[in-house]
T-cell receptor
Framework: DSGVTQTPKHLITATGQRVTLRCSPRSGDLSVYWYQQSLDQGLQFLIQYYNGEERAKGNILERFSAQQFPDLHSELNLSSLELGDSALYFC?????????????FGEGSRLTVL | GENVEQHPSTLSVQEGDSAVIKCTYSDSASNYFPWYKQELGKRPQLIIDIRSNVGEKKDQRIAVTLNKTAKHFSLHITETQPEDSAVYFCAASSPAGGFKTIFGAGTRLFVKA
């Protein structure tokens, strides 16, 4: 158990819909990262938050948005869903500032868009 | 933008043989290079990492080497076992923005018994 909690574990929805994925980082971790993993694909970096502020952005679509709340949990919002958005969405947290950089991943939220 | 290339995409070895996975990175500011192992249906987990002030690091059967001049690093697994079968991801992390970590595309390793 990494200490990172993601909900829901599975989600099935239709095209055009909107969903929210939630992540609670490890206790004490200030930084939260979101990654997208499509079938048999790598880990695509979406966005990073540190202590409530957006710190870095990757290949995140305009239809997607995220935020980190004062209690440090984070939500990833996916709207106007398309079939291609079906993927496993991982949240990870890390101790920042630190020169370790190790990411602790949650179990992921598997999104299926029909 | 930052990019990490990883090769090969698939690697099949006989149990007991060695496996080598190679990565190159583009961001010269990267100073932390972790390797993650992802078993089928599981989350990625860190197996070994190396920082830019070190050229080589070993932990039992796994080792990582880093060449900062050439901007490439490699994972070496010796005496492979069937339980080493998984997808391995290299990554490069830059201190800019709190250790933004970019992953390679992954290598699917099959260890045949």
């Amino acid at each position: 158990d990494s200490g990172v909690t993601q909900t829901p574990k599975h989600l099935i929805t239709a095209t055009g819909q909107r969903v929210t994925l939630r992540c609670s980082p490890r206790s004490g971790d200030l930084s939260v990262y979101w990654y997208q993993q499509s079938l048999d694909q790598g880990l695509q970096f979406l966005i990073q938050y540190y202590n409530g502020e957006e710190r870095a952005k990757g290949n995140i679509l305009e239809r997607f948005s995220a935020q980190q709340f004062p209690d440090l949990h984070s939500e990833l919002n996916l709207s106007s869903l398309e079939l291609g958005d079906s993927a496993l969405y991982f949240c990870a947290s890390s101790v920042v500032p630190s020169n370790t950089g190790e990411l602790f991943f949650g179990e992921g939220s598997r999104l299926t868009v029909l | 933008g930052e990019n990490v290339e990883q090769h090969p995409s698939t690697l099949s070895v006989q149990e007991g043989d060695s496996a080598v996975i190679k990565c190159t990175y583009s961001d010269s500011a990267s100073n932390y290079f972790p390797w993650y192992k992802q078993e089928l249906g599981k989350r990625p987990q860190l197996i070994i990492d190396i920082r830019s002030n070190v050229g080589e690091k070993k932990d039992q059967r796994i080792a990582v080497t880093l060449n900062k001049t050439a901007k490439h690093f490699s994972l070496h697994i010796t005496e492979t076992q069937p339980e080493d079968s998984a997808v391995y991801f290299c990554a490069a992390s830059s201190p800019a923005g709190g250790f933004k970590t970019i992953f390679g595309a992954g290598t699917r390793l099959f260890v045949k018994a």
